[in-house]
């Protein structure tokens, strides 16, 4: 089993920056691909990004490529996602997950999941 806890959501104002972090415990943590989700009210749960095992690789959907950074540290079992410039429409719930498989994108694929943290951007 591994457990995953987010912290860093919040209200800001669009332009504004947040950084969400998601610690794990259990398992080894760096056997594990990491994800971040998020899922806005009514629909589906979307991929954000991911990162390899040893964080040497990353991957974003098109819409945050430019403004978030996935990033991990294997040493304090935490992964990390740096939003910059924050829209309206990245309001959501973020989830943070773990994998057996590396830079994967649907969710199906992902065994562990946290409890999400709310991040709200006003316009």
């Known amino acids: 089993q591994v457990q995953l806890v987010e912290s860093g959501g919040g209200l800001v104002q669009a332009g504004g920056s947040l950084r969400l972090s998601c610690a794990a415990s259990?398992?080894?943590?760096?056997?594990?691909?990491m994800g971040w989700f998020c899922q806005a009210p009514g629909k589906a749960r979307e991929f954000v990004a991911a990162?390899?095992?040893?964080?040497?690789?990353?991957r974003y959907e098109d819409s945050v490529k430019g403004r978030f950074t996935i990033s991990r540290d294997n040493a304090k079992n935490t992964v990390y996602l740096q939003m910059n410039s924050l829209k309206p429409e990245d309001t959501a719930v973020y989830y943070c997950?773990?994998?057996?498989?590396?830079?994967?994108?649907?969710?199906?694929?992902?065994?562990?999941w946290g409890q999400g943290t709310q991040v709200t951007v006003s316009s």
């Open positions: 997950a773990a994998s057996r498989l590396q830079l994967i994108v649907i969710t199906t694929s992902y065994d562990y």
């Open positions: 990162v390899s095992r040893s964080g040497a690789n990353t």
């Open positions: 259990g398992r080894t943590f760096s056997n594990y691909g």
